[in-house]
């Protein structure tokens, strides 16, 4: 048994180098074959095509460019921003105003302007409760500022506390708006942004209002509006001293006030007029020795 596995293992061995041996003869005989080198003619006509096709894609560029040039250059003589119209603003000017709509590099443009502002006011403003713009033409355009409808304000660690007739506080500045009056007198420990400011008679605000608008709707600027204890009204107009009284008849005491003040101008003292009434018109005036 042993005798012929080694003479059957033998046989095979003889058999995998015979194979080896043609295989690496057919692997040298492939080595020997040579192939030439194969020539192929330009394509003219293609190459052609080629430079056509990119010559067609750059001119349709230049034309796609220069008919965007000329349309800007259009809609830059036609649709720049001339006229201006603002309405409704007394705490700013209407250069003011024009400044806080048509900031940004294409501010004068209407077409832009239309498109940054469609649907959308502008809030944020102090004193404004917001703006509108509205393209009349393609030159022109109109801004309308909605106020907030301020009473007063009183002066608080150093900032101006604005507040409405219901006497919530709705805007802090350091900056004294024009045509609002100071009230003095009030009685408060602390102030919070938009509530109401803390005093014991919740009317005051709605008085307060009243006067402010009939000094508007007479073209009198007072400096300052006191309540004494007892919410009687003192008007200061320079240094010029208004003893209003009560609210009673506040209406004729202001409108005669209009007709006494330009008598007053340059002069200090106390106009005593909380007595008046359309039937006593009692007014008299108390000069101060130094005015």
């Known amino acids: 048994m042993t005798k012929r596995k080694k003479i059957k293992y033998r046989k095979k061995e003889k058999v995998y180098k015979k194979k080896n041996r043609l295989t ?26 080629m430079h056509k096709s990119l010559l067609i894609l750059i001119i349709t560029i230049l034309m796609g460019l220069l008919v965007a040039l000329g349309g800007l250059i259009y809609i830059r003589c036609n649709y720049t921003v001339t006229n201006v119209y603002v309405e409704g603003n007394t705490y700013y000017t209407d250069q003011e105003i024009v400044d806080m709509v048509m900031k940004g590099r294409f501010s004068h443009n209407s077409i832009f302007l239309a498109i940054k ?3 959308k006011s502008i809030e944020n403003v102090p004193f404004v409760e917001k703006m509108d713009v509205h393209i009349l033409s393609p030159d022109t355009i109109r801004i309308n500022v909605y106020e907030k409808a301020l009473a007063g304000y009183v002066e608080y660690l150093g900032r101006y506390m604005y507040f409405d007739r219901e006497g919530t506080v709705v ?9 609002v009056p100071q009230v003095m ?19 005051i605000f709605a008085e307060i209002l009243d006067i402010t608008q009939l ?3 007479y073209n009198l600027k007072a400096d300052r509006i ?26 004729e005491k202001i409108i005669q ?5 330009p008598d007053l101008s340059g002069k200090s003292g106390v106009l005593e007029m909380s007595d008046y009434d359309e039937n006593t018109k009692n007014v008299t005036f108390k000069q101060n020795s130094s005015g």
């Open 215 to 217: 000094l508007n709707k």
């Open 24 to 49: 690496v003869k057919k692997t040298v005989n492939q080595k020997r074959v040579f192939s030439r080198p194969v020539f192929h003619k330009p394509d003219f006509g293609k190459a052609f095509r």
């Open 117 to 119: 502002y469609r649907d």
């Open 257 to 261: 006030l209009q007709y006494i003040l």
């Open 226 to 251: 006191f309540f004494d204890s007892d919410y009687n009204v003192y008007l200061y107009f320079d240094k010029i001293e208004v003893s209003i009284g009560k609210e009673d008849n506040i209406d």
């Open 171 to 179: 805007e802090s500045s350091k900056e004294k708006a024009n045509d």
């Open 185 to 203: 007198g009030l009685q408060f420990n602390y102030v919070v942004m938009y509530k109401k400011l803390p005093v014991d008679n919740k009317d």
